[in-house]
T-cell receptor, first 113, second 109 residues
Framework: DGGITQSPKYLFRKEGQNVTLSCEQN?????MYWYRQDPGQGLRLIYY???????QKGDIAEGYSVSREKKESFPLTVTSAQKNPTAFYLC????????????FGQGTRLTVV | AQRVTQPEKLLSVFKGAPVELKCNYS??????LFWYVQYSRQRLQLLLR??SRESIKGFTADLNKGETSFHLKKPFAQEEDSAMYYC???????????FGTGTRLTIIP
């Protein structure tokens, strides 16, 4: 079953802790993205990666970190430096060089308690 | 910098009436524009892209470079069109995909 998978679906974190959100794709896509979705603010780009071992900051990268050691995986770490981490996080992927279509995961809802 | 603006957060339209969701963009290069849709309890998915010049589910969108707009239109709304719609922008050779704030479309029976 091809696609993009995010896990877990729901995640709770204590204030001050780092947490890592998983994103895996088996579509053989080069490009991967992380977005944060908040009510009334749409999707805001956190980080994106065009190719393995390379990634770029998006519009709201502060307090987040990523890695891209494998083509199929693009984990996002929400660090304790992120001031307002409670949100819905979406991962996406697309073919590189030119975006034709981005495929999205089902999202992870992170709640800081 | 690239930016996408969707001025309407909410839009309600009667079934059978025309629909227009507005999208304006800012980009210095040659843009690629998309409309994505998120139906209730489903993943965000591509609806259409300007380069394809196609009609999907009765929706069309024309890129107007003079007005920097990419409005989504449908002549006759259907109840199943109720969803969240996002306009998105990328540049040729630039993989940064930027989204607008979205418009929630509700079709009134």
């Amino acid at each position: 079953d091809g696609g993009i998978t995010q896990s877990p679906k729901y995640l709770f974190r204590k204030e001050g802790q780092n947490v890592t959100l998983s994103c895996e794709q088996n579509l053989n896509h080069d490009a991967m993205y992380w977005y944060r979705q908040d009510p009334g603010q749409g999707l805001r780009l956190i980080y994106y990666s065009q190719i393995v071992n390379d990634f770029q900051k998006g519009d709201i990268a502060e307090g987040y970190s990523v890695s891209r050691e494998k083509k199929e995986s693009f984990p996002l770490t929400v660090t304790s430096a992120q001031k307002n981490p409670t949100a819905f996080y979406l991962c996406a992927s697309s073919f590189s060089m030119r975006i034709t279509e981005a495929f999205f995961g089902q999202g992870t809802r992170l709640t800081v308690v | 910098a690239q930016r996408v603006t969707q001025p309407e957060k909410l839009l309600s339209v009667f079934k059978g009436a025309p629909v227009e969701l507005k999208c304006n963009y800012s980009y210095s290069g040659s843009p690629e524009l998309f409309w994505y849709v998120q139906y209730s309890r489903q993943r965000l998915q591509l609806l259409l892209r300007h380069i394809s010049r196609e009609s999907i589910k009765g929706f069309t969108a024309d890129l107007n470079k003079g007005e920097t707009s990419f409005h989504l239109k449908k002549p006759f709304a259907q109840e199943e069109d109720s969803a969240m719609y996002y306009c998105a922008l990328s540049g040729f050779g630039n993989e940064k995909l930027t989204f607008g704030t979205g418009t929630r479309l509700t079709i009134i029976p």
